[in-house]
């Protein structure tokens, strides 16, 4: 079985499995926030985690506040910038973001009074910085909050984050830059990024899912939004997953250690992707000329659809992901169209998503299934 669908959901990685294995042999368990022994060694985990993440990410524990994953730190950035008391009515975003941030935005929108202005999306798949420039011009003084994902979670291309923080740093703007698909995928500084919230979720990284973390430049601008004991500094109440918070301390040490692997993962997919032009001339792979995450492919032989590829990997135990054709009008892909790719190539994508710890191997083995598919399809479909 070769699992390619990382960005979907990394599945529990071995550093974390054999942490795991020793904690519930040790079985302690408690509330980290009790005062008794128990208690505080379960905090000073929790704090270590952080710590950790900390160090990691560039930035200081006291700016990192654990909750249930990016769902959660996306509404909550979003409430607490966007009070009724919140003079300022835009909210500027981009085409190419998560559903979690567009039916914030939506929400906003249409129950708050808040007005959303979209980036356009260049052909690369990156965000045009000239139109943001444009709306920042014309809406100066009325931006409660620019709202720009950092990589794409389909098509993995980098977004050009840090020339947008910085135009809003410049201008005093709030900038929250949804970081699930980056952090933990390639090095990430937040003291660099221009960021005034970012956002992580513990299943993309190889840990215990149901955890996750905002990073605040300023955490006093966190507004609770779920109320509890006074967890996290007051600003997210609740026990903290205490188990899913260690388990995200070992994924990104585990991280710091592989950065070498990450180098090797660009290399091996530079080639995947070249072996599958070579073979067949009518490969798409999308945002190619963009900076992406190093273990993201999008790849389509146009004419080909993406759930008849999928099937066939699957015949083969290959997991990937597709997109919906075209006439899904519900779930067609939005990220690919404001690509201005059309149907044809949209139509016929696969997502294969690996992790940094992917090896030739696994590459080959992708390869070849790939390749049989795309064979035998290309017959069906008489291309
Ligand atoms: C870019 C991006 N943002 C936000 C989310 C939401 O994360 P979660 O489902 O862990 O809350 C995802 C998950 O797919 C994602 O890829």
């Not at 979907?8 to 509330?31: C, D, W």
């Amino acid at each position: 079985m070769i699992y390619a669908d990382y960005n979907g959901s990394a599945p529990i990685s071995t550093s974390v499995t054999e942490y795991l294995k020793e904690r519930f042999n040790q079985g302690e368990y408690s509330n980290p926030n009790a005062t008794h022994e128990l208690g505080r060694k379960m905090l000073f985990k929790m704090e270590d985690a952080r710590r950790s993440l900390a160090r990691v990410l560039g930035c200081k524990s006291s700016q990192i506040t654990f909750n249930s994953g990016s769902s959660e730190g996306i509404s909550h950035i979003f409430h607490s910038i966007l009070s009724s008391e919140q003079k300022k009515k835009i909210i500027i975003t981009s085409e190419i973001e998560h559903m979690a941030i567009v039916q914030a935005c939506d929400y906003y929108e249409k129950r708050r009074g808040f007005k959303t202005e979209t980036i356009k999306t260049l052909e690369n798949g990156q965000v045009d910085v000239n139109h943001f420039k444009s709306i920042l011009e014309t809406h100066k003084d009325n931006i409660a909050m620019v709202t720009v994902i950092a990589a794409n979670n389909e098509t993995g291309v980098i977004q050009p984050y840090q020339e947008i923080g910085k135009l809003c740093q410049d201008n005093n703007i709030i900038f929250f830059s949804d970081t699930t698909q980056y952090i933990g995928k390639t090095p990430f500084k937040f003291e660099d990024s221009y960021m005034d919230f970012a956002v992580s979720s513990s299943h993309k990284i190889g840990a215990l899912i149901g955890s996750g973390f905002i990073i605040s430049k300023n955490p006093e601008l966190l507004r609770p939004f779920i109320f509890g004991g006074g967890q996290e500094s007051g600003h997210r109440g609740g026990t903290q997953n205490y188990l899913g918070i260690e388990t995200m301390g070992v994924a990104i040490e585990d991280f710091e250690r592989n950065q070498e692997w990450l180098r090797k993962v660009h290399e091996l997919r530079e080639r995947f992707e070249a072996n599958m032009k070579n073979k067949f001339a009518q490969v798409y792979i999308v945002g190619e000329s963009a900076p992406r995450l190093a273990s993201t492919t999008m790849i389509a032989i146009p004419g080909i659809p993406g759930q008849a590829v999928q099937a066939v990997l699957e015949t083969e135990k290959v997991y990937v992901t597709t997109s919906s054709a075209c006439s899904d009008k519900k779930a067609g892909n939005r990220i690919l169209e404001s690509m201005g790719l059309d149907c044809n190539i949209s139509g016929s994508v696969v997502r294969v998503s690996l992790c940094m710890n992917s090896n030739q191997a696994l590459y080959d083995r992708i390869e070849e299934a790939l390749t049989n598919a795309y064979n035998k399809l290309i017959e069906v479909y008489k291309l």
